[in-house]
């Protein structure tokens, strides 16, 4: 028998509203490129592993507490001494700047052509 989990049925409810991701417990696919991603079972998967976009639907990660549901653009990536690969965003929807962690499955060529080509222009203006 299947205990009812409040938190999940939220989570549910809110992702079909979604009209980009359509996401359950066995991953997502990606409307970006049609990809089809796997869970990640050691931490929640946040962004596709093969063109890196990701939704805005979190306010903390995890959450889902974001109703923006934009597609945030992968537009650069940066090392962090203590995290690791960080991927910036931009909400495509909202125009909010976002960071993921990237997954150790990403793609790593696309990582690599993100770095070298970040989309500067659309970096949030330090001054
Ligand atoms: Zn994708
Ligand atoms: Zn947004």
Redesign the pocket.
């Known amino acids: 028998m299947r205990l009812s989990n409040p938190k999940l049925t939220r989570i549910e409810n809110r992702t079909t509203m979604s009209k980009t991701f359509v996401k359950n417990d066995a991953g997502f696919v990606c409307v970006h490129c049609g990809c089809v991603v796997p869970p990640l079972l050691t931490t929640s998967r946040d962004h596709c592993p093969r063109c890196l976009y990701s939704l805005?639907v979190d306010i903390n990660p995890g959450d889902r507490a974001?109703d923006?549901?934009?597609e945030?653009v992968p537009i650069g990536i940066e090392q962090n001494s203590k995290k690791g690969l960080i991927i910036k965003y931009h909400?495509?929807?909202?125009?909010?700047y976002h960071n993921n962690k990237a997954a150790p499955d990403d793609d790593y060529d696309t990582i690599l052509e993100l770095s070298a080509n970040p989309l500067t222009y659309l970096y949030p203006r330090k001054h």
């Open positions: 805005h974001n923006c549901h934009g945030l909400c495509d929807l909202c125009g909010a």
